[in-house]
């Protein structure tokens, strides 16, 4: 016998993450069942390159840089002698290179470039989930950069904007669309003021039409840009990013509350730019933060409070239509915080797999609370592709997925319906299933490993944690998809849109479309205000009712062993189906051999009576 200590004695074998697209089944399975062939065979290279590259070791050190060096403000707003100077935002090394990575590898720019037609976005959102827990949150203002994108670029497809506001936005979208860290910009979302949060309606922050005086300073010298002729004052509680390029806000005018674009600085040429004398560089475009929030999670992502004091901007949209003009923002970072969701459960799941596979321990039952909803979390960015490719004509599509497939006519209200469910159920699941997988590993799961960043399950929940708030809240949403399912206009037509989308994936599972009828005729009998005390069980329905339906096509796709037990075991266990599976049956042995198959796919570990993991 010889006593342990700090050095000798047992020691744990590190767990080894392998390639995340190639480790997780569920990545594999939904890539192949939303692209056809071609496009599979296209792109799969790529995306499996990718799933080796989040795991290397520079990345996990850039986001323990990040982590640890947290952004600051530099200097107290004026110089040595007193005079007033703008403040400097300072983000570490690690922030910035992997922000560059995210350019260069057009997490934003890929939805916006040719040859993959309505499957950019599931390509395109697929190498987003594999990215995302190795981001260090930089995929935050990328998110907001692809909405930012996609508005200005609708903006230009019009016949409204006159040639000075259609050089601005042009030249606005080509930064955002490039994938040279150089020339590439990121955006800001701001609309949160302390009035009321996710409630826009009390905004008081102001805008006025005072165009500058010709001969002013432009924005950009360089490439002509000018200034623009807005001038917003006010206070924006809470903005993420406030390192972007560029931002998209809500003010009011005298029509009502209104969408803008600003650029963050603007060019001074009375600014020393070098301490021998030089003159002429950028400062903030009339925008003081005021202080840096300090946050749960999130740390190295600079979230601010903002003092806007004559920030000169350019209208987007409609004057006194800012909420329908930003909403088109909304509906792709809320599909992309939903994707979001997906990539913290998959690493987490693929830290657990790994960590199985060394722990040794006397042998436990499989962890059996860790469903995945990826198929639902993909559909919307499907959809999404779908509406973006309107004007194009379409290949068909693979195989079941032709039965999930909307009409044209369909595609629009359906995607209304699909972007609040579905951030809502998907960010809302993460974060019990990551906690899972963070208890699964016991004690170790609760450390701040950043001396084996990999592993850090707990950076990860605290950072999942706000996917379920921001963007809008659970309560948020739920009033949002009341409101549309209510709504005067569009209101029938999204129903109908679900409701024949339910019919095709369903087809002749009675107490699927049973359900359905009653959350159907609870809709349509009850009045708006009334509907809104039960929005989340509207929701919350409509989710599981959605996933259900997809859990009725997926094995349609892969009818294998494996697939079949996950759809039964979902379907039994919300009460889609009287029929129990596996895990309802009794043996256990039968139980440890399926859960074995559900975490691990193909791979076999060893007989089931063995096994000496702590899952």
């Not at 009409?407 to 993460?430: G, I």
Request: with cysteine.
């Amino acid at each position: 016998m010889e006593a342990s200590s700090a050095d000798r004695g047992f020691f744990q074998t590190l767990p080894i993450l392998r390639n995340q697209f190639q480790d997780d089944p569920s990545c594999q399975r939904m890539l192949s069942f939303f692209l056809p062939p071609a496009i599979l065979e296209q792109v799969r290279s790529e995306i499996e390159q990718l799933g080796e590259e989040v795991l290397q070791p520079h990345i996990f050190d850039c986001i323990t840089d990040a982590e640890k060096n947290l952004p600051y403000i530099r200097g107290g707003g004026k110089n040595a002698f007193g005079q007033p100077v703008s403040s400097e935002l300072v983000t570490s090394e690690g922030w910035k290179t992997l922000q560059k990575s995210g350019f260069t590898k057009g997490f934003s720019a890929q939805g916006y470039e040719d040859g993959l037609r309505q499957y950019t976005r599931v390509v395109q959102y697929m190498r987003c989930m594999l990215w995302e827990p190795s981001s260090a949150m930089t995929s935050c203002p990328m998110a907001m950069q692809d909405g930012a994108a996609r508005l200005l670029q609708l903006q230009l497809a019009g016949d409204q904007l006159s040639s000075v506001e259609r050089k601005v936005f042009h030249n606005a979208l080509e930064h955002l669309n490039s994938r040279d860290p150089k020339r590439g910009w990121t955006s800001g979302q701001w609309m949160t003021e302390r009035t009321g949060g996710s409630d826009v309606s009390q905004t008081e922050t102001i805008a006025t039409n005072s165009p500058l005086p010709k001969g002013k300073p432009l924005c950009d010298p360089a490439e002509g840009i000018p200034l623009g002729p807005w001038s917003i004052s006010g206070f924006k509680w809470f903005a993420s990013a406030a390192d972007s390029n560029m931002t998209i806000l809500l003010a009011k005018t005298p029509k009502g509350l209104s969408a803008f674009y600003a650029p963050l600085r603007r060019f001074n040429p009375t600014l020393f730019r070098t301490a021998s004398g030089d003159k002429g560089t950028t400062e903030f475009n009339g925008v003081t933060i005021s202080r840096l929030k300090n946050k749960m999670g999130t740390k190295p992502l600079p979230s601010a409070e903002l003092v806007l004091d004559g920030m000169r901007g350019w209208l987007v949209g409609e004057e006194g239509r800012g909420i329908q003009t930003i909403s088109t923002i909304l509906t792709i970072t809320r599909v992309r915080t939903t994707i979001g969701a997906m990539g913290y459960l998959s690493r987490g799941l693929a830290i657990v797999r790994a960590f199985t596979k060394v722990r040794e321990v006397d042998p436990k039952q499989h962890d059996d609370r860790v469903p995945r909803h990826d198929a639902i979390g993909l559909y919307s960015s499907y959809v999404m592709g779908l509406e973006e490719h309107a004007d194009q004509s379409h290949s068909p599509p693979p195989g079941a997925v032709a039965r999930i497939t909307p009409q044209k006519e369909s595609v629009t209200p359906l995607l209304r319906v699909l972007t609040p469910v579905l951030k809502a159920y998907c960010t809302k699941q993460c974060i019990p299933l990551l906690y899972a997988c963070m208890e699964s590993m016991g004690g170790v799961g609760y450390l701040e490993n950043s001396e084996t960043e990999y592993l850090n399950i707990a950076r990860l929940f605290r950072d999942a944690c706000v996917l379920n708030i921001w963007e809008g809240t659970t309560d948020v949403l739920s009033t949002d998809l009341v409101r549309t399912l209510k709504h005067p206009q569009y209101g029938k037509a999204s129903i109908a849109a679900l409701d024949a989308l339910v019919n095709q994936a369903a087809e002749r599972e009675d107490m699927i479309m049973s359900k359905w009828r009653a959350t159907r005729q609870k809709i349509e009998a009850t009045v708006q205000t009334d509907l809104f005390s039960q929005a989340r069980d509207v929701l919350w329905a409509i989710a599981e009712i959605l996933q259900a339906g997809l859990f009725c096509v997926e094995p349609v796709a892969y009818p294998d062993r494996r697939t079949q037990e996950m759809c039964r075991r979902y379907l039994y266990k919300k009460g889609f189906k009287g029929e129990p599976g596996m895990s309802e049956a009794g043996d256990m042995r039968a139980v440890l051999r399926s859960n074995q198959e559900i975490v691990f796919g193909s791979e076999v570990l060893s007989p089931p009576d063995k096994l000496r993991s702590k899952m």
